[in-house]
């Protein structure tokens, strides 16, 4: 059973920075896409970026692509989420999730907070 645990969170100025690290456990994730989400107060969840597994290819929603870069770390069974000049707008829980290429999101981490604000 795939495990994933989110951490990175926090308190963040408008402009500022903050990488997300999601830890993955509990198989091989060869045939795998990883994804971040988010879910904002009052709103529903949100895809944000996802990265394939085995090739490192990526996508992300409009409205984060210049300034956030997912990644991973194979070796280390990792992902990560750099995010660069925070908006107020990007305020949510975040999420980290993973599938089978092919198929639904199943697993999901627990969330973490990101707040931007001054």
């Known amino acids: 059973q795939v495990q994933l645990v989110e951490s990175g969170g926090g308190l963040v100025q408008p402009g500022g920075s903050l990488r997300l690290s999601c830890a993955a456990s509990?198989?091989?994730?060869?045939?795998?896409?990883m994804g971040w989400f988010r879910q904002a107060p009052g709103k529903e969840r949100e895809f944000v970026a996802r990265?394939?597994?085995?090739?490192?290819?990526?996508y992300y929603t409009d409205s984060v692509k210049g300034r956030f870069a997912i990644s991973r770390d194979k070796a280390a069974n990792m992902v990560y989420l750099q995010m660069d000049s925070l908006k107020p707008e990007d305020t949510a829980i975040y999420y980290c999730?993973?599938?089978?290429?092919?198929?639904?999101?199943?697993?999901w981490g627990q969330g973490t907070q990101v707040t931007v604000s001054s």
């Open positions: 990265i394939t597994w085995s090739g490192g290819f990526t």
């Open positions: 999730a993973a599938r089978e290429q092919g198929k639904e999101y199943d697993s």
């Open positions: 509990g198989r091989t994730f060869s045939t795998y896409q």
